[in-house]
């Protein structure tokens, strides 16, 4: 059974990970054209720091949505689909009503706001701000619906058409951005709202093509509905820590020199379109299977999946990360430098990179133990723990950017990332966990050997003329495939060494899967 609920795991990462990979791809791209257009500059500065409440609305109005999943999952196993439908109505119509009032506050409330997210802004700048702040609501109440009605397809293990429409949302803004970048940083706000749109209408329509009966109704004093919001409650206040550490960050951000902020958003992008496609991307196919497997008691599955997990995810963000930082001039040049990104932006970009690097584990792994905190319906602990992350990152910026800048938010958030990984491991886990955390650590430090034999191939590379010229030409590009290649084969005949259990486990994992997709077998 262990085996078949891996492979089955495994068909819906495939599926997954190719949308992530898709809007992944989409969204840093996205980057670079923001890049090229605008390069690190006040008015990108101005733009980032415009979506920091937009971005708040639409992450506030899908807080627990999460918890969908296993009362789906409860509902659908002990009293049969029908009500499990209801109760997908009754709960979505909880987190339209959320949306929609928090879009309001947020339009209301743009200008006071304004002061507190960033309160070094000239005036000029501070109405750019703000117009860019009430358009992107719009793409807020887009998105966020978007994603609220995404939930049922992922209850019902149908991961597709959420991919699609996360694809759709990506597109069309590249698109907008490309037609109408001559209107400025407004074309990268109003290619966000067009995105949202976009999504939205790909998820209704799939909805519609599921033919999936949900009765939209609003009984806030129903149980399932008193339920959820006692599940969510931890999460709001652990998220409305998380907001507050970004609010911080951008308060920081703001009184940055000008394209220092947009650096660290360029850098941070790099990094975080790896952990969406790998960290993210195993955590969101994973938690269905999670919360099935904790709603019917089977501690052996939870173990294996969970193990599995985690090994699958070390096993891919930390050459990334390893080879990101050792890396990270070159790949800045090669990928950012041109158009109005000049060799001033790459050195900003640069030196916030090589901090950002090391978090991409932490990321990747953070997911994952998140999914089955969640799973298994534990929403105080992630609370906490999130609470003690905001703190550690709110004092470290207050020590670190007087005296790094842009570098001083940088390492704040890598450590607090990292603080907060190790008191995922140890802290609040079941029997079933903690075997699979103990197996986890010992595999991941077998592949901690295999990433350092990587280093020791890849760091004398970065030593090359071809990878330090401050202009990316062929050279460098060949230069950059090659030291990739390199640490790419170190890593592989590595991995054979040290972990060859592991690799062979993965191995026929993914031959099966070719297998079964020649076959012609789709789906989850």
Not at 20 to 33: E, Q, R, T
Request: charged share 10%; glycine share 10%.
């Amino acid at each position: 059974m262990a085996a078949t609920t891996g492979q089955r795991v495994l068909r819906a990462t495939g599926i997954v990970g190719a949308g992530s990979a898709g809007v992944a791809v989409l969204g840093f791209a996205k980057n670079l054209l923001a890049a090229y257009y605008f390069g690190t500059s006040l008015s990108m500065d101005t733009y980032f720091l415009a979506l920091v409440i937009p971005d708040m609305v639409q992450y506030f109005s899908i807080t627990g949505l999460f918890n969908f999943i296993p009362l789906f999952a409860e509902a659908r196993a002990q009293k049969g689909l029908s009500e499990a439908w209801l109760v997908a109505g009754r709960l979505l119509a909880y987190w339209l009503l959320v949306l929609s009032g928090l879009l309001a506050v947020a339009l209301l409330a743009a200008v006071p706001l304004s002061w507190i997210v960033a309160p070094g802004l000239e005036p000029g700048a501070r109405a750019i701000y703000l117009d860019h702040t009430r358009l992107l609501t719009a793409m807020a109440f887009a998105a966020g619906a978007a994603r609220i009605l995404s939930a049922v397809l992922t209850a019902q293990k149908r991961f597709g058409v959420p991919a699609l429409a996360e694809f759709a949302f990506q597109a069309a803004s590249v698109a907008y951005l490309v037609v109408f970048h001559e209107l400025g940083t407004m074309a990268l706000a109003g290619g966000m709202v067009f995105g949202g749109f976009c999504q939205l209408l790909v998820n209704t329509l799939g909805l519609r093509i599921e033919g999936a009966p949900i009765p939209i109704t609003l009984e806030l004093r129903h149980p399932v509905v008193g339920r959820m919001l006692k599940l969510s409650l931890p999460v709001y206040l652990g998220n409305a820590g998380a907001k507050v550490n970004q609010v911080v960050i951008a308060a920081f951000g703001s009184t940055l020199s000008a394209g220092g902020l947009s650096a660290l958003q360029y850098s941070f992008a790099a990094v975080d379109v790896l952990g969406r496609m790998m960290g993210q991307t195993l955590s969101r196919a994973l938690f269905p299977f999670l919360a099935d497997q904790y709603a019917q008691d089977k501690s052996e599955e939870v173990t294996h999946s969970l193990e599995r997990s985690l090994v699958a995810t070390v096993l891919l963000t930390l050459p990334a990360g390893v080879g990101l930082g050792l890396l990270a001039y070159p790949v800045v040049v090669v990928v950012f430098q041109r158009g109005s990104f000049d060799a001033s932006s790459a050195a900003l970009t640069t030196s916030a990179l090589q901090i950002y690097a090391p978090a991409l584990v932490a990321f990747g792994v953070n997911y994952v133990l998140s999914s089955a905190y969640f799973a298994r319906g534990d929403t105080l602990t992630p609370m906490k723990l999130g609470f003690v992350r905001v703190f550690a990152a709110m004092v470290l910026c207050s020590l670190l950017v007087p005296v790094l800048g842009h570098r001083g938010i940088a390492l704040a958030t890598t450590a607090s990332e990292f603080l907060k990984l190790a008191l995922m491991l140890t802290v609040g886990r079941l029997p079933a966990e903690d075997l699979a955390i103990r197996r986890g650590l010992v595999a991941g430090a077998r592949l901690g050997a295999a990433a350092i034999a990587m280093a020791a191939v890849v760091w004398p590379l970065t030593q090359l003329e071809a990878l330090r010229v401050p202009h990316a030409g062929p050279q460098t590009v060949v230069a950059l495939a090659g030291a990739i290649v390199a640490g790419g084969a170190a890593y592989f005949v590595a991995m054979r060494i040290f972990t060859p259990s592991e690799f062979a486990y993965f191995r026929a994992q993914l031959r099966r899967l070719s297998r079964r997709s020649e076959a012609g077998e789709v789906g989850a």
